[in-house]
């Protein structure tokens, strides 16, 4: 069977720092017999050096328009917006099967170059379960910057710019001085705590100092009695982690923070599953999504109350984008030493079938043939 080939393509996104492939995934695909071709980034938190030393080719930045293009190109994020056809296959996060805003001109581009996507939120086990996803880390890097906001908070200043760490013991270390050595006597509750966000925010508030008596986990058995919940005004740190699939009562409001007045311990709540602007919001006190610079936001609250502020950052893993990027190319990596046979195998048989029927949909959409 010829080589199979894979091409690595450097991220454009602003403060990306994360890589859809990590030098020791590359490793083990080269020892399955691929060639690989890694794209010099200086934005990724990998140096090109590591991918050299494992034997990948290094090629220029950006440069896979002109690659072969019978060599699928694999990245994270979305391509930057363009209306040039693309005719190589695509392994990435696209962003476009749910209808977001520009979904049909993305996919029109495939439909011109006569190229395939393989949207990453698409691969999934026979579970219907997905093979990579980052939660954890989001969870892991959200209970983070509310530790931090919550430090903040209580010298009376509000949350400065988040910078990405470069690696995970760097963000402990740097948490604990913040917090004055521990964040022990800090206490926090994790609602869907069950998840893969839910297991990285209980982790998180282990390694900075918490009692286990101190991190209190809820999942569906817990909030079933319906919101809104007086133990998320009893705690420091509220986060929420929940997947949202239909409509919840509300687990904490404006009326009940209000109402309870000065006698209430809430100081911070990271909302990483971000539903901001979903109906359903179980969290409707805020409605803006927040950044690594404005990383929080404060709730509208009656005068003379203490301050509850809001993270609600939609990209949580780019805080820590090595163990991230490692934890998610290495649940990738059985799908992709299946992609020789991608005709066959399962996982990219199926993410085909998703993205042929959405190309019908936007061939309609945009009036193509
Ligand atoms: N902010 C970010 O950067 C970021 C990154 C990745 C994922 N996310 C989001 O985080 C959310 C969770 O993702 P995940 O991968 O952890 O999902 P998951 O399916 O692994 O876990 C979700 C958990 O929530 C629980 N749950 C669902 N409804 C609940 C309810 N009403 N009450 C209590 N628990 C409930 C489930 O039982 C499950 O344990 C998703 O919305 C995802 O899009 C955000």
Redesign the pocket.
């Known amino acids: 069977m010829a080589t199979q080939k894979l091409w690595l393509r450097c991220e454009k996104k602003e403060f990306e720092r994360r890589s859809a492939l990590s030098p020791s995934t590359a490793k083990k695909l080269i020892k399955a017999g691929f060639e690989i071709f890694v794209e010099r980034d200086e934005q990724r938190i990998f140096d090109d050096a590591e991918f050299e030393a494992v034997g990948c080719k290094l090629v220029d930045h950006n440069s896979w328009p002109s690659a072969p293009q019978d060599i699928p190109i694999i990245g994270l994020k979305e391509l930057p917006v363009s209306e040039d056809p693309l005719p190589h296959t695509h392994i990435q996060f696209a962003h476009c099967y749910k209808k977001q805003a520009g979904w049909s001109t993305v996919l029109s581009r495939f439909h011109r170059g006569g190229g395939t996507l393989y949207d990453l939120e698409f691969l999934t086990d026979a579970t219907g379960r997905r093979v990579a996803?980052?939660?954890y880390h989001?969870?892991f890097a959200?209970a983070a910057a509310g530790a931090l906001a919550l430090a903040a908070q209580k010298k009376g200043e509000k949350l400065g710019r988040l910078e990405p760490y470069e690696n995970e013991s760097a963000m402990i270390e740097s948490l604990k001085t913040t917090l004055g050595g521990s964040a022990k006597g800090v206490r926090a509750l994790v609602?869907?705590a069950?998840?893969?966000?839910?297991r990285g925010a209980v982790e998180l508030f282990r390694k900075i100092g918490l009692d286990e008596d101190d991190i209190v986990k809820?999942?569906?058995a817990e909030?079933a009695k319906g919101g809104p919940f007086q133990e998320i005004l009893d705690v420091d740190i509220f986060v929420n982690?929940?997947?949202?699939s239909s409509a919840?009562p509300p687990f904490l409001t404006h009326e009940q923070i209000n109402s309870a007045g000065s006698r209430r311990r809430l100081s911070v709540v990271v909302d990483?599953?971000?539903?901001t602007t979903n109906p359903y919001n179980p969290i409707p006190i805020y409605s803006i999504n927040t950044t690594f610079s404005e990383p929080t936001v404060p709730v509208i609250l009656n005068d003379g109350l203490p301050r509850v502020s809001v993270i609600s950052?939609?990209?949580?893993?780019t805080l820590l984008p090595r163990e991230a990027s490692e934890q998610f190319s290495s649940d990738l990596l059985p799908s992709l030493l299946e992609l020789p046979s991608r005709s066959s195998a399962r996982v990219w048989t199926e993410a085909e079938k998703l993205y042929t029927e959405k190309l019908g949909e936007a061939v309609q959409e945009e009036g193509l043939r």
């Open positions: 996803a980052f939660g989001a969870g959200g609602i869907g069950l998840g893969r966000c839910g809820w999942d569906m909030t982690c929940i997947y949202l919840i990483v599953s971000c539903d950052i939609d990209h949580l893993p």
